[in-house]
T-cell receptor, first 115, second 112 residues
Framework: AQSVAQPEDQVNVAEGNPLTVKCTYSVSGNPYLFWYVQYPNRGLQFLLKYITGDNLVKGSYGFEAEFNKSQTSFHLKKPSALVSDSALYFC?????????????FGQGTTLQVKP | EPEVTQTPSHQVTQMGQEVILRCVPISNHLYFYWYRQILGQKVEFLVSFYNNEISEKSEIFDDQFSVERPDGSNFTLKIRSTKLEDSAMYFCARQRGQGEAFFGQGTRLTVV
């Protein structure tokens, strides 16, 4: 079965420092991986995706993620965190075991950036 | 990409009542989805809708749930007889091909 794990419920980082939000996946075949961000009382906003190509993908708001096939990971990164980055972050993988392409989400990681 | 718009943003309903959550307008995407997020928990797939038919549904999507495109643009999720455990954020999403899904801002359903 396809699955995604986010091992940290919360990540705390000081403003200006680099941040990493971890994600590992388990899929059969090549993974289609996504990161979404959710601000309080808001919907899910797409940040970036990996489907094929370069292992380092760049997305919105200065975020990037590194696909590592050997470690089955897709960690979200940003070189310099902002207080406004504080939000709930979800990693997701496309489920190809069905033909609908639905997303399977990790449990989410709360990012707290302190001034 | 235009956003997916959901109405209402928040709905409070009595247990046992019917609710209809709406997703409007819909662009010319083929795949539509409903997901649910119980407070503090992860986002879960409910149902996918392709070419005006349900293409897949999860275990959560039991007989109390139904989806429709009543007028060819609006996309609705109906819960016939709400239970307390149906309280959650409900998200509509659209997707074209194998790319990313775009989500609405969600409807917060509170069943009392």
């Amino acid at each position: 079965a396809q699955s995604v794990a986010q091992p940290e419920d919360q990540v705390n980082v000081a403003e200006g420092n680099p941040l990493t939000v971890k994600c590992t996946y388990s899929v059969s075949g090549n993974p289609y991986l996504f990161w979404y961000v959710q601000y309080p009382n808001r919907g899910l906003q797409f940040l970036l995706k990996y489907i094929t190509g370069d292992n380092l993908v760049k997305g919105s708001y200065g975020f990037e993620a590194e696909f590592n096939k050997s470690q089955t990971s897709f960690h979200l990164k940003k070189p310099s965190a902002l207080v406004s980055d504080s939000a709930l972050y979800f990693c997701a993988v496309r489920d190809f075991s069905s033909n609908t392409g639905k997303l399977i989400f990790g449990q989410g990681t709360t990012l707290q950036v302190k001034p | 990409e235009p956003e997916v718009t959901q109405t209402p943003s928040h709905q409070v309903t009595q247990m046992g009542q019917e609710v209809i959550l709406r997703c409007v307008p819909i662009s010319n995407h083929l795949y539509f989805y409903w997901y649910r997020q119980i407070l503090g928990q992860k986002v879960e797939f409910l149902v996918s809708f392709y070419n005006n038919e349900i293409s897949e549904k999860s275990e959560i999507f039991d007989d109390q749930f139904s989806v429709e495109r009543p007028d060819g643009s609006n996309f609705t999720l109906k819960i016939r007889s709400t239970k307390l455990e149906d309280s959650a954020m409900y998200f509509c999403a659209r997707q074209r091909g194998q790319g990313e899904a775009f989500f609405g801002q969600g409807t917060r359903l509170t069943v009392v």
